[in-house]
């Protein structure tokens, strides 16, 4: 009797824990594997809405001669770009030729959005270097994959300083609060797993073996 009672005591726990997997599964999944959600809420507020978002910049340029970092931000409001600015140092593998890149003045056609939840930009922006003037009206194209990542690719002779290539960065964790289509969905970090656990622990019960 003694012992059924003892293994009957060590599978309430197990039970309870597969009680709660099937309910709260799904959401627990959710806050661990965000990108399905994140790409839906960005989708939204490409699409119809209003968003800002900004990041690092860590790439490299002619074939991985050059290296190229720094800093970029974007803002859109009702689908279209009201501030942008890129601000970038690039140096020769080697140690020299250091020197600064400015990004600004984008102007742009309304954002669209592909299939794949990656924002495109096409327009003009104007290219300085070392705080100077550098070329004007140069042809851009930004993309922003979900708004996670952001590829930058230029024209003309502002093009061929970067060896024709694109320069690629990444960008900080999205705000949950920059538009409601963001309202009710579990981003990393969101608490949801702490609070479940705060929620429903199962009680400590007596070791039977002691």
């Given at each position: 009797?003694?012992g059924?009672?003892s293994?009957?005591l060590?599978?309430?726990?197990?039970?309870?824990?597969?009680?709660l997997?099937?309910?709260?599964?799904?959401?627990?999944?959710a806050?661990?594997?965000?990108?399905?959600?994140?790409?839906?809420?960005?989708?939204?507020?490409?699409?119809?809405?209003?968003?800002?978002?900004?990041?690092?910049?860590?790439?490299?340029?002619?074939n991985?001669?050059?290296?190229?970092?720094?800093n970029?931000?974007?803002?859109?409001k009702?689908?279209?770009?009201?501030?942008?600015?890129?601000?970038?140092?690039?140096?020769?593998?080697?140690?020299?030729?250091?020197?600064?890149?400015?990004?600004?003045?984008?102007?742009?056609?309304?954002?669209?959005?592909?299939?794949?939840?990656?924002?495109?930009?096409?327009?003009?922006?104007?290219v300085?270097?070392?705080?100077?003037?550098?070329?004007?009206?140069?042809?851009?194209?930004?993309?922003?994959?979900k708004?996670r990542?952001?590829?930058?690719?230029?024209?003309?002779?502002?093009?061929?300083?970067?060896?024709n290539?694109?320069?690629?960065?990444?960008?900080?964790?999205?705000?949950?609060?920059?538009?409601?289509?963001?309202?009710?969905?579990?981003?990393?970090?969101s608490?949801?797993?702490?609070?479940?656990?705060?929620?429903?622990?199962?009680?400590?019960?007596?070791?039977?073996?002691?």
């Amino acid at each position: 009797m003694k012992g059924m009672l003892s293994a009957v005591l060590l599978l309430v726990p197990v039970v309870g824990a597969l009680v709660l997997g099937s309910l709260y599964g799904p959401a627990v999944q959710a806050s661990l594997n965000p990108g399905n959600e994140i790409m839906t809420a960005s989708n939204n507020v490409l699409q119809s809405d209003t968003f800002s978002a900004a990041g690092s910049i860590g790439s490299t340029a002619s074939n991985g001669t050059e290296i190229v970092t720094g800093n970029w931000s974007i803002d859109v409001k009702d689908g279209n770009v009201t501030a942008f600015s890129a601000n970038l140092a690039m140096i020769s593998v080697n140690g020299t030729g250091y020197h600064t890149i400015q990004l600004a003045n984008l102007t742009a056609s309304k954002v669209t959005v592909e299939t794949n939840g990656t924002a495109v930009i096409n327009g003009t922006l104007d290219v300085g270097m070392n705080d100077t003037s550098g070329w004007t009206g140069v042809d851009a194209t930004i993309l922003l994959p979900k708004l996670r990542a952001v590829s930058i690719t230029l024209g003309g002779e502002a093009g061929d300083h970067f060896g024709n290539q694109p320069i690629y960065g990444i960008a900080n964790p999205p705000d949950e609060t920059i538009t409601s289509a963001a309202n009710n969905i579990l981003t990393e970090g969101s608490g949801m797993i702490g609070n479940l656990t705060e929620k429903f622990r199962l009680p400590e019960l007596p070791n039977p073996f002691r």
